[in-house]
């Protein structure tokens, strides 16, 4: 049902829909501007730069909450974000976590901290993501949530480490997921550190392409799955203030 949703607000469901409407209407000065309407609207999203703009929130509320200094971080949690199997039917990492364990392991070597990996089992016969970046990646000294699907779940299930480990922990994930993972936390009362991800402007960003759409797609996936968060009480306002 949230993919269905989910496909009618982003590309490229949203510009079928204005498509058909032009297909419906009987009148042609009206058809004429619902596909004008669809073409004027591809060209914008298909603009990496109107992603930006979008999902600029995304990466600067957290910075308004958070400690600057890593120094006061007690704790780093990795967020897994999927596996994959490869050709020869192994199962690895996806690109977006491989992303996200090289930032923590850049971390990791300006600050001695413990690093715990979260991460459930999300596809079938497949281990958790968890346990296979663990093993994959060869980090050792790491812990692992192993029982974690989704963020809300990880911030439940590391709640008590917030205590353990004086609250203050960094979470790395990726940029457009760190807000919905910094209010995540936040509301099972833990201090979150979020790494500072870069957001600046570059003059490819005002030629259309598909990393437009994605980096689109991915900032109202983020804005619908942190509203949901807020109506299922997943996420508490209230300690924020």
Not at 6 to 20: A, M, Q, R
Request: aromatic letters at 14%; charged letters at 15%; proline letters at 4%.
């Amino acid at each position: 049902m949230k993919e269905i949703l989910l496909s009618f607000i982003t590309i490229p469901g949203l510009l079928i829909i204005i498509y058909i409407l032009g297909l419906a209407s009987h009148k042609q000065k009206k058809r004429l501007k619902y596909f004008s309407s669809c073409l004027l609207i591809m060209l914008i999203f298909s603009l990496p730069f109107f992603g930006k703009i979008l999902s600029y929130p995304l990466l600067g509320i957290p910075k308004v909450f958070k400690t600057s200094n890593l120094n006061d971080a007690k704790l780093v949690v990795v967020l897994t974000g999927g596996i994959y199997k490869n050709l020869m039917g192994d199962w690895q990492p996806s690109k977006s976590t491989e992303e996200r364990v090289m930032r923590a392991q850049l971390l990791l070597n300006k600050i001695n901290v413990p690093l715990i990996i979260s991460g459930g089992v999300t596809k079938l016969n497949a281990p958790s993501e968890a346990e296979l970046n663990k093993n994959y990646y060869n980090l050792i000294y790491a812990k692992v949530d192993s029982i974690s699907i989704n963020t809300y779940q990880s911030a439940l299930n590391l709640k008590k480490y917030c205590s353990n480990h004086n609250k203050n922990l960094i979470i790395v994930t990726d940029p457009l997921h760190a807000l919905r993972s910094f209010l995540s936390f936040k509301s099972q009362g833990c201090n979150t550190i979020i790494l500072n991800y870069n957001n600046d402007f570059y003059w490819k960003d005002f030629i259309p392409s598909l990393y437009g759409f994605t980096l689109f797609n991915k900032a109202i996936y983020e804005y619908a799955a942190i509203f949901y968060y807020i109506f299922s009480l997943k996420i508490n306002l209230i300690n924020f203030f």
